[in-house]
């Protein structure tokens, strides 16, 4: 194959398939083809889910249909340079392929903490491999003991998956007061905790790994307090880092980070290379900071931001806001924005409103289960800045659309006096609807 | 009795509770009373469903602990008139209390057509009693044909709800096309239907009642084409009217519809009387034209600008977006803003588009069911007008979120690169999320 596109995007997850879709929606004429490594693309936020609920990697997958509805070529490849002058790719097997508009999404890949003995045999970490998890779980099919280093989301819903009808111990091991502690508050983080322990998890916090101990095979874990735990499984999950090798070593600027460089039109310092999701650098939608975050939800919007401007800047990027959401059995746990901390971190004054009711009415109606929402807003301007909200599973489409508010720059009068709808088996009550008295219960301290 | 209040709400339904606690909430130094007639107050949306899923009316009732949490007094009366020279009100037992300030949420009375025979024993209207709402829910229980007139929403919810767990013949007769048409589309309207016909409703549409027939007791209802269906209950759901006796009785302004006049503050014509709820004149946030849809969330609404604003105008009233959701078995139904047909009668150029996608990821999760999202925009201005959705419960959040895009005159530009956040077990992936690809698929119509 010696080929000639007028798109080409390079990785086929979240970020490349929704690049080339957009691409494909504003540029009719334009060809476009993926060229990704995997033969079959893992749905990044289901992975956790397979050792539970899916049962298979082979359930989680992306369908390949959407391509052929979007008339989008794909070349199962690795890419392995980008040469910017003869604006060509080429893949490991020898192909080369001509762009006229590149699309780097190649994702990232898990971070490893400098833990000696991390190298042996049974410790994993979160490869978005198909067959590597596939061996993760007959792994955690057989194993007894079970150690997840990180309690973050991932570590968290991993844990919460691989106790699912299955009899094996698994320790959860944070470094932070509470786990969790990076996306929410400590109260919200405190309750997502205790549900995970009720189900039987244990959970170790203000804990530091210093070895994964054992001979070829893992056999537990030493804390720096010296204490041993042990373990025929590890499964490290503390984040992960930008995919940017090939984008280096074809001469594109990198960030501080270590992340690609982009501009508002998320194009990098090459005009006909765009970025997108993980490998590429990130600011914050409030303070304009560098932002750590990846999440699939961000990598789709920046795509839809790339791939809308390949050939004229449509669309521009704000920042992050950082709208994510999880679920341990029925209790969804969500944040848009800032958290209270992170807020007053970055030096703003702050007012928390905080509302609570069943998200049906009456409470008593079939799948009653209370939902508490958190806002944060600017004293001053009123503007909200974030919120959090822990309970029924409407909690999804709710922290959207706080999402949304924050988008707007609303301010808490508004929210309070928003115009929502509202219906017993799907919400709560008019009167209770947790947004507005939320927004109402700052309002009244804003007024102070 | 015979007393003095700062603040004086007369009902104590979704409108007059929610403006007694905002005033509390402004004005915490008040004294506030809600004076109502009902000893026990009904959770209005929740009516239909006493009849199948909750099975008794005290099973729907709003708590009172609300008004003693936010030191609310409560007077049970029935207020008969309005003296605004003395500023006072009087009940019939002769309880006279002075006001410095009033709100006025009567809310509505169920309509009655003016059809011959509606007086029969066994036609029943949606009165907001107790009593006689079980004497309608014994009378279910014993009847084996039941009409209702209207396919409304509450008619719809009625029929569904009615039909649950019971042996009787149900039959819905609306005069328009199809059932729920003043709500949603065609299309939607007509899955909508195809849910309850499933589950052996009848329905009647293109069909205008002549008479309700039978001796004392209904025995059916005659229709314009002659044809005779059997009943031995009837039910009247073709909507409500402004409940404005006292206020007009006592001088204050009505609008061309019967309805309480109010500015955009929900000031009355007399300055210190403000009105909230099914009682007061709306218009709609897009024409400014007069709105008869009554909805408890918009009462709700209203009721807090009212109650925010009694000593000082602190918000503003924009008008009825108007959002509402139902629910048919694990099927929500939803709209906010016009609907494309009320758009295009009011001489707007619109644009749609249209997503549909499970609202899990990978679709196959627990729980995991199609949720289909049509977004209406102008063309020109991008900005949005409208949304309806069908599918997962979900959807009952959703609504809210395009409601808030709406009062926000987001574009469908925006909306399309707003951030969500997804996860498997509760939204659509961030590919697939419907928000984003509806405003995508209006953005590639808009830049025709």
Request: glycine share 10%; with cysteine.
């Amino acid at each position: 194959m010696d080929n000639s596109y007028d798109v080409v995007v390079i990785g086929g997850s979240a970020a490349g398939l929704t690049a080339a879709i957009t691409s494909r929606r504003f540029y009719p004429e334009k060809s476009v083809i993926i060229v990704r490594k995997e033969e079959k693309v893992l749905i990044p936020c289901g992975i956790p889910y397979i050792y539970g609920t899916l049962e298979s990697p082979l359930k989680n997958l992306v369908p390949d249909a959407v391509l052929e509805k979007n008339n989008i070529e794909l070349l199962v490849g690795n890419v392995t340079a980008i040469d910017i002058s003869s604006k060509t790719i080429e893949t490991k097997k020898g192909n080369r392929i001509k762009y006229e508009k590149l699309i780097i999404a190649t994702g990232s890949i898990p971070a490893v903490p400098p833990i000696s003995g991390s190298e042996k045999e049974n410790v994993y970490v979160i490869n978005k491999d198909v067959n590597y998890l596939q061996n993760l779980l007959d792994k955690v099919e057989s194993s007894s003991d079970m150690i997840i280093i990180g309690g973050g989301f991932i570590g968290m819903e991993f844990a919460d998956e691989c106790n699912k009808n299955r009899d094996i111990n698994i320790t959860v091991v944070e470094m932070l007061p509470c786990c969790l502690m990076i996306a929410f508050d400590e109260d919200i983080c405190r309750q997502g905790e205790d549900i995970l322990k009720k189900n039987g998890v244990n959970i170790i916090t203000n804990a530091k790994v210093e070895a994964i101990v054992g001979d070829v095979k893992v056999e537990g874990v030493k804390l720096s307090d010296g204490k041993i735990i042990k373990a025929d499984i590890v499964l490290i999950g503390i984040g992960s880092k930008p995919n940017t090798e090939i984008a280096k070593n074809s001469g594109i600027e990198l960030g501080e980070k270590g992340s690609i460089k982009v501009n508002r039109y998320m194009q990098t310092s090459d005009e006909d290379i765009f970025a997108c999701g993980d490998c590429c650098e990130k600011i914050s939608f409030f303070t304009k900071k560098l932002s750590n975050m990846m999440l699939a939800s961000i990598a789709c919007n920046e795509a839809r931001i790339a791939g809308a401007n390949l050939y004229k800047n449509n669309r521009a990027n704000e920042g992050v806001v950082g709208v994510f959401a999880t679920a341990f059995g029925e209790t969804a746990l969500a944040r848009a924005g800032l958290s209270l901390q992170e807020a007053k971190e970055n030096g703003y004054d702050v007012v928390a409103g905080t509302a609570e009711a069943p998200n049906t009415h009456p409470g008593c109606m079939p799948g009653g289960k209370n939902l508490k929402v958190i806002l944060i807003f600017e004293r001053g301007t009123g503007i909200i800045l974030g919120g959090q909200l822990i309970g029924s599973k409407s909690g999804g489409e709710m922290i959207n659309l706080i999402s949304a508010c924050i988008h707007e720059k609303m301010t808490a009068n508004n929210m309070a006096t928003f115009q929502m709808g509202t219906h017993p088996a799907l919400t709560a009550s008019p009167v209770a609807y947790q947004i507005s008295n939320a927004a109402e219960m700052a309002v009244k301290e804003l007024r102070k």
